[in-house]
Each structure stands twice: as structure tokens, then as C-alpha cells.
Nanobody, 122 residues
Framework: LQLVESGGGLVQPGGSLRLSCVASEFTLDHYHIGWFRQAPGKEREGVAC????????YIADSLKDRFTFSRDNAKNTVYLQMSSLKAEDTAVYYC????????????????WGQGTQVTVSS
């Protein structure tokens, strides 16, 4: 199973980015999918997760006003739209997949992409 993230980069505070995660060798909507991030010196944290048969994702409370999670099954791709970005959003962002999970936590997910760097700075 392969997951490939893209869309990261350098953005000014208040800006927006859309991250993409494309799956290969498996059908994305058969799996639960999560977005995670890891800042230097910090643990990997759950940003948003969605179960395979559900439409409404879980998004971390502190982020739900600025981040949205969507999926395009026809493209086998999920997206993380981030707006009003802040310096504290700077991190490597990962997408991940699993067949079962209870919490939107990194230890629950089995398959990982390589990550994409998001840097929010003026």
C-alpha cells in the first residue's frame, strides 16, 4: 500500500494550503483515513480522521474552524484544506490508512505516506 502526500510548502500566516494524499495499490474508500502532523520535538498528533463508510470526518477541536477534510473516491485521493494558517501549524503532515481504529491517533494507523512539510512563516 502506498500513500503519497503533496501540497505542502511555505505560506505566510493567514494563508491557505490544500494537501493531497493519493493512494496506489489499494482503494482508498475501503480504508479509514487520517491526517496527522508532527512538529519538531513533538509527538505526532491527529488532525482529522474519517471512517471508510462515513461522510463526516472527525477534526481536532482546535482545528475544526480552519481545517476541512474531504475525499474524492473517483481520484482515490483525500484532501486537507487548511486556512488561516498560523505559525504553530508548522509541521510535517502525513496521511495514513487503517482497516480499523477507535481513536484518531497515530498508533491506530498502519500505513503511512512519507509526509509533506508545511511551514507557516512571514
Amino acid at each position: 500500500l502506498q500513500l503519497v502526500e503533496s501540497g505542502g510548502g511555505l505560506v505566510q500566516p493567514g494563508g491557505s494550503l490544500r494537501l493531497s494524499c493519493v493512494a496506489s495499490e489499494f482503494t482508498l474508500d475501503h480504508y479509514h483515513i487520517g491526517w496527522f502532523r508532527q512538529a519538531p520535538g513533538k509527538e505526532r498528533e491527529g488532525v482529522a480522521c474519517i471512517r471508510s463508510k462515513e461522510r463526516s470526518p472527525y477534526i481536532a477541536d482546535s482545528l475544526k474552524d480552519r481545517f476541512t477534510f474531504s475525499r474524492d473516491n473517483a481520484k482515490n485521493t483525500v484532501y486537507l484544506q487548511m486556512s488561516s494558517l498560523k505559525a504553530e501549524d508548522t509541521a510535517v503532515y502525513y496521511c495514513a490508512a487503517t482497516l480499523t481504529y477507535y481513536y484518531c491517533a497515530a498508533y491506530e494507523f498502519d500505513y503511512w505516506g512519507q509526509g509533506t512539510q508545511v511551514t507557516v512563516s512571514s
